[in-house]
């Protein structure tokens, strides 16, 4: 066999096979939105329906074709003639249009399903790639459950559709039964025994085992240059092999294979998001690549070892494939190193002795609350650790709101600052943004309210409101709590201790406010 190219074409087919998977439905503007994507992602060929399946998926195929530009654009079809018809009109105003044109060689698939002999199969297939050659010069041909057919069939199969002018010979693990080793020979010896120059040769793998990915990769080894996949892995079952695993793999392990895709890896993060959010499934934390936790590290001697050098427990950059960054996450497992590098790069300089307490309490707080959030720590700082001066502290002294149905809101705040007691009034579009404006007026400096929560802490009507409020001046962010019965009052407390929270920081980390 001649040695295959360099280029591992990527070929998408979240849009065809991953909306098969259970519960998944996409209309037609949330696939072209998806095929835009991938435009800017560069794959090669999007598979973007079965026309002939449902009046949705022509449309959506029509759509997508017409949208994108740079990548072939597939359809589904069975060998019938209606279903390679209707997907040459649904591709018609495609820049490259591909038919893609499948038929399962089996035993099992070809007796109980088709009902069909091998002869038959192969009648079926030749009349069907000649006439989705005969509108279309990219058609692309799919034995579907070969990993489960007979090699002698298969290599008859394959030879016959590359001969009435396939130029895409697939090879489906349909359904995700091969193991790697298996399949990577496999696959050699079809390649060789078909012995076409002029067809790039294909894998499609299903998940079954968990091994769609390690059997794609192990297919490039033996020469496809094609491989099918979805982002984030969706499809039927337990899914198709995931797009993102494989070209990183690729291209993390370039040791291992002569070949590259096109793929601009720094997208992976954003299209897996926007896969995510249009098809309602959410990524699992721990998933490779682009899970949430994939470039997150929580155990001390890990934390130590990433500060030291990243690439102890990194083998690929979270830059690299558009993931927010590197998360030292802070909880139970951390270590010492990992605690103080956070505090000095939340801008604290804390002396030895401040430095062991505030350990032990982030320790201890870790006990009590399973995420220890920058915001926690800053606040701890301030209020074992640091501690707010008392000169700059404000107090509130008496507040009062008035709320009726004809006027408007208003609220008049006394709050004192060392020995001086001020008292502003304010109208708002609410009591509490009233309450905000009229200590706005007594401050010297005015804050951004970055965010503001409030709950009841239980159902019952004499339950205390709690109010959380974050403050933002400069870089500086601040959070407040505060409880009562009265709701108003929660939040006006909420708001002070904020307030008093950000003239502590600034005062550690020397901003004048
Ligand atoms: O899994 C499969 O065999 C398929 C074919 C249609 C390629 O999805
Ligand atoms: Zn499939």
């Not at 490259?96 to 060689?105: D, E, K, L, Q, Y």
């Not at 091994?211 to 337990?238: D, K």
Request: proline residues 3%; hydrophobic residues 40%.
């Amino acid at each position: 066999m001649e040695r295959p190219d360099g280029i591992v074409r990527i070929f998408d087919t979240t849009m065809r096979d991953g909306e098969q998977a259970a519960r998944i439905n996409l209309n037609t503007g949330e696939k072209v939105q998806i095929a835009r994507q991938l435009e800017r992602l560069g794959v090669d060929i999007i598979e973007a329906g079965f026309p002939a399946s449902s009046p949705g998926d022509y449309d959506a195929v029509l759509n997508v074709a017409q949208e994108v530009k740079t990548p072939v654009v597939a359809g589904l079809a069975r060998t019938r003639e209606e279903d390679i018809t209707v997907a040459g009109e649904a591709l018609r105003n495609a820049a490259h249009p591909r038919i893609h044109v499948f038929i399962a060689t089996s035993p099992i698939h070809m007796e109980y399903k088709l009902k069909l002999t091998p002869a038959e199969v192969l009648k079926e297939a030749e009349r069907g790639v000649r006439l989705a050659r005969s509108i279309t010069n990219d058609v692309e041909f799919s034995a579907e459950d070969a990993s489960r057919s007979d090699v002698d069939f298969l290599v008859e199969v394959f030879t016959l559709a590359a001969e009435c002018g396939a130029t895409t010979l697939n090879i489906p693990d349909t359904v995700g039964y091969a193991m790697p080793s298996e399949f990577e020979a496999f696959c050699r010896t079809i390649i060789n025994r078909v012995n076409k120059r002029d067809v790039i040769w294909s894998v499609h793998c299903h998940n079954d085992l968990g091994l769609g990915v390690a059997n794609s990769l192990a297919a490039v080894r033996a020469g496809a240059r094609q491989v099918e996949c979805t982002i984030n892995g969706l499809g039927e079952r337990a899914g198709n092999a995931s797009m993102e695993e494989i070209v990183m793999g690729l291209r993390t392990r370039a040791d291992q294979f002569e070949a590259v895709t096109r793929i601009d890896t720094t997208k992976f993060f954003s299209t897996s998001k926007l896969v995510s959010l249009l098809t309602g499934v959410p990524v699992q934390p721990n998933k490779a690549i682009v899970g949430i936790n994939a470039f997150s590290h929580e155990a001390g001697i890990h934390q130590h070892g990433m500060l030291c050098n990243k690439a102890t427990y990194e083998i690929m950059t979270p830059e690299s494939v558009g993931a927010p960054g590197t998360d030292l996450h802070l909880g139970k497992h951390s270590g010492r190193h990992a605690f103080n590098e956070r505090v000095e790069k939340l801008g604290y300089q804390l002396t030895g002795e401040q430095s062991v307490s505030a350990f032990e309490y982030f320790k201890e707080l870790c006990d009590k609350k399973k995420d220890v959030s920058d915001g926690d720590i800053e606040a701890f700082l301030m209020d074992r650790i640091i501690q707010v001066t008392p000169e700059s502290r404000y107090d509130l002294k008496d507040y009062a709101v008035t709320v009726g149905s004809g006027g408007k809101p208003t609220a008049s705040i006394t709050l004192a600052h060392g020995d001086t007691e001020t008292t502003e009034a304010a109208v708002g579009n609410g009591p509490v943004d009233a309450a905000y404006k009229a200590i706005l007026k007594i401050l010297t400096f005015s804050p951004e309210l970055t965010e503001f929560r409030i709950r009841a802490t239980s159902e019952l009507a004499d339950a205390l409101g709690e109010a959380h409020v974050i403050l933002r001046y400069k870089d500086i962010k601040a959070q407040g709590r505060g409880a009562s019965t009265d709701i108003i009052e929660a939040t006006i407390r909420a708001y002070i201790e904020a307030v008093n929270r950000l003239y502590s920081v600034a005062a550690a980390k020397e901003v004048t406010i």
